[in-house]
């Protein structure tokens, strides 16, 4: 059975930082591409990162490249996001979620396991 497990969510005044990690459990987690999605209140889910299965290889939503780092640990079966200069708009529970292809990986489409997201709070 597989689990994505994401934590490190919180509440953070505008410009501050937060570090967001899934553990994943029950795949060969070093053979999948791992995203971060977001939702924010009555908004669709929408992509933020994605990391191919080795590490080697990131992309990025534009509303979060240059404040969001996306890396992973295969050892430790953990992908983590590095999220700094957070701006109320970050506002949003975020997901982690694994994809076996890394094509089309910034569409939900592509994935084939979700977590069950992570609350982060931006105050102004």
């Known amino acids: 059975q597989v689990q994505l497990v994401e934590s490190g969510g919180g509440l953070v005044q505008t410009g501050g930082s937060l570090r967001l990690s899934c553990a994943a459990s029950?795949?060969?987690?070093?053979?999948?591409?791992m995203g971060w999605f977001r939702q924010a209140p009555g908004k669709e889910r929408e992509f933020a990162a994605v990391?191919?299965?080795?590490?080697?290889?990131?992309y990025y939503a534009e509303s979060v490249e240059g404040r969001f780092t996306i890396s992973r640990d295969n050892a430790k079966n953990t992908v983590y996001l590095q999220m700094n200069s957070l701006k109320p708009e970050d506002t949003a529970v975020y997901y982690c979620?694994?994809?076996?292809?890394?094509?089309?990986?910034?569409?939900?489409?592509?994935?084939?396991?979700w977590g069950q997201g992570t609350q982060v709070t931006v105050s102004s």
């Open positions: 979620a694994a994809a076996k292809l890394w094509i089309g990986s910034d569409r939900e489409s592509a994935y084939d396991y």
């Open positions: 029950g795949l060969t987690f070093s053979s999948y591409a």
């Open positions: 990391i191919n299965w080795s590490g080697t290889s990131t």
